[in-house]
């Protein structure tokens, strides 16, 4: 063999990147995506282990106390009712972050499907699947998950549902625009060829090339569904007392601003920060994912 074969028979081969490797590497060099991460991971953890490590519940009184000012005793002092703020704090950053992950969630579920066999199947179906989305969009969602609320009951699993239930639909067109874009690529013809049936064409082989949108538009949904529930708990429709979120909280704060502005400048402050990171870390995630981004 010669010098020239053995150096290239020796010669290790590079190893090539994936997509989403590149793609973690673009997002990296976001300093403010990576700031809206951390800020999301160490929010996240705080609201859940927080609560254990206090000395107060978040529904524990003193009315002998009242309404005090931050102090070594209360870091974030209390309410009206002599309530820890930092625990109501953490508590109610739980309950505004669940309903932010499970009614986004419940939008993917249905935006994604419903997208999906839109764009797949055309035709006239996809013209009725659409205009349904469409006159559903001229409907206000605020007032129609107030309707729901007061229909079925002020809960906090309805709450989950009626929020999710119209959040859906903008997903639903980013979807069904990825599909019928795909569906007329190659891999998607030879699938067909080998008799592959229609399910498992759209969610093995379609819906994981949409990835991307998805993911990017899922954490722009994530802060637009807690504007949505802080919104409605303002009006009262949303997480019932004892319990709190960040907006009961902000709504008992403004009522209270003048003469105890803690109150209101500690839940509005973590509740933009979130808001601020989701939105960091989702225009991010969309630099990042775009193929057309250049390799480094």
Known sequence: MSTAATTIATEPIEKGNSLWHDAWLRLQKNKLAVFGLWALIVTTLTCVTGPWLMHYGYEEQNLDLGAVRPSAAHWLG????????????????????AVGLAATLVALSIGVTYGAVAGFFGGKLDAVMMRAVDIMYSLPFAIFVILLMVFFGRNIVLLFVAIGAVEWLTMARIVRSQVMAIKKMEFIEAARSLGFGRRRI????????????IIVYTTLTIPGVMLLEAFLSFLGLGVQPPMSSWGVLIKDGAEKMEEFPWLLIFPGAIFSLTLFSLNFLGDGLRD????????D
């Open 202 to 213: 759209i969610f093995r082989h379609i819906l994981p090339n949409v990835l991307g949108p």
């Open 78 to 97: 209390t309410d009206t009712l002599g309530r820890d703020l930092l625990v109501r704090l953490l508590f109610g950053g739980r309950i505004s972050l």
């Open 288 to 295: 990042a994912l775009d193929v057309r981004s250049s390799k």
